[in-house]
């Protein structure tokens, strides 16, 4: 069956401008979750996606947001860049709410 | 809160020589507890995983317990290979309750390379 599908793979921004990355879940798969990985950081969570609702919040600004639509799929949006926002953001689907099943990630280099 | 500290790396071997990579955690309740590695370029992929006290994990080789009296899960590979140079991932499942939270919590990250 086909995985978890992140587009783009690769994006690069202007400081200010805004990103919309995209993430596709495994068919069946109602629980979404957003991860921001860092050399420094890490993986950090950002948000988790149930059923279109919102359950979980990680520590990220108003600028990070996230929107899950009624067939699964979700978006994550970052407003007014930051060059610390330079990162490989993943995406992760599960049916049951643990058993995650990672994307590839999308790339974001901001200039 | 919770939290998942894993050995620093990198973690230089020969090819066939044992691995051990050291985990431990900081969790109130039960939490499920998972390896994941990660190839240069590509995503998280589940290694393997353990849901309670005591339980075994074990996936191409590696195998990890998880010991609740030391907090610990820790990572070993009889015999590693080239093809296992990689970033692995320790990280448990967040809970609030009983109830998981969608949330997995990631240690640092620890960077096996194996040499031929």
């Known amino acids: 069956k086909a995985g978890v599908t992140q587009t783009p793979r690769y994006l690069i921004k202007t400081r200010g401008q805004q990103v919309t990355l995209s993430c596709s879940p495994i068919?069946?798969?109602?629980?979404v979750s957003w991860y921001q990985q860092t050399p420094g950081q890490g993986l950090q969570f950002l948000f988790e996606?149930?059923?279109?609702?919102?359950?979980n919040k990680g520590n990220f600004p108003g600028r990070f947001s996230g929107r899950q639509f009624s067939n699964s799929r979700s978006e994550m949006n970052v407003s007014t860049l930051e060059l610390g926002d330079s990162a490989l953001y993943l995406c992760a689907s599960s049916w049951t709410g643990l058993n995650y099943t990672f994307g590839s990630g999308t790339r974001l280099t901001v200039v | 809160g919770n939290s998942v500290t894993q050995m620093e790396g990198p973690v230089t071997l020969s090819e066939e020589a044992f691995l051990t990579i050291n985990c431990t955690y900081t969790a109130t309740g039960y939490p499920s507890l998972f390896w994941y590695v990660q190839y240069p370029g590509e995503g998280l992929q589940l290694l393997l995983k353990a849901t309670k006290a005591d339980d075994k994990g074990s996936n191409k080789g590696f195998e990890a317990t998880y010991r609740k009296e030391t907090t610990s899960f820790h990572l070993e590979k009889g015999s590693v290979q080239v093809s296992d140079s990689a970033v692995y991932f320790c990280?448990?499942?967040?809970?609030?309750?009983?109830?998981?939270?969608?949330?997995?919590?990631f240690g640092q990250g620890t960077t096996l390379q194996v040499k031929p």
């Open positions: 068919s069946g798969h109602r629980s």
């Open positions: 990280a448990l499942s967040d809970q609030e309750g009983s109830s998981n939270t969608g949330k997995l919590i």
């Open positions: 996606y149930f059923s279109e609702t919102q359950r």
